[in-house]
């Protein structure tokens, strides 16, 4: 699976991702990879649904890439 975790904040979310993340094997979570967008509203383009931001994007591209691996 992969975790993703937002917030409005500049933290993302980033403490509970950690937690989840480091929770899920436990719960029997296959975990390859995870991302937070902090930030979110000025991250994300609400009208059009997608990440604005090419750093944030290409990174939740590679995270959905370990999918398939």
């Given amino acids: ?3 993703l975790a937002t917030s409005p ?13 480091g929770s ?3 719960f029997a ?4 990879a995870s ?3 902090p930030s979110f509203f000025d991250n994300f383009d609400s009208e059009k649904q997608v ?8 990174q939740l591209q590679s995270a959905l890439a370990q999918l398939n691996q």
């Fill in 1 to 3: 699976m992969v975790l």
């Fill in 9 to 21: 904040g500049p933290g993302g979310a980033n403490t509970v991702l950690t937690a989840a993340t």
């Fill in 24 to 26: 899920a094997p436990y």
């Fill in 29 to 32: 979570g296959d975990v390859q």
């Fill in 35 to 37: 991302l937070s967008i």
């Fill in 51 to 58: 990440i604005s931001n090419p750093e944030l994007l290409d």
